[in-house]
């Protein structure tokens, strides 16, 4: 992902695994995340990072579509 597109708050994938966004440098490109499965914190570069769009949705248009 793009650093200016990573939010705090925003769920994302990282190495397979749904992980929640808690913050970002965007001076040194990373952030740190908390995997959802154990809560385990990384220190991780943006790029491999992969937005989970179902989860960060503002509607139900993504379900239909559109």
């Known amino acids: 992902m793009?650093?200016?597109e990573v939010k705090a708050g925003m769920f994302v994938e990282y190495h397979?695994?749904?992980?929640e966004v808690i913050a970002?440098?965007?001076t040194t490109e990373v952030a740190l995340i908390q995997?959802?499965?154990d809560h385990q914190k990384f220190v991780v570069n943006v790029v491999d990072l992969f937005?989970?769009?179902q989860l960060n949705?503002?509607?139900d248009m993504y379900?239909?579509?559109c």
């Open 57 to 59: 949705s503002d509607s």
């Open 24 to 26: 970002v440098n965007r």
């Open 2 to 4: 793009n650093t200016h």
């Open 35 to 37: 995997r959802h499965s």
């Open 51 to 53: 937005e989970d769009r």
């Open 16 to 19: 397979m695994s749904l992980s």
């Open 63 to 65: 379900y239909w579509g």
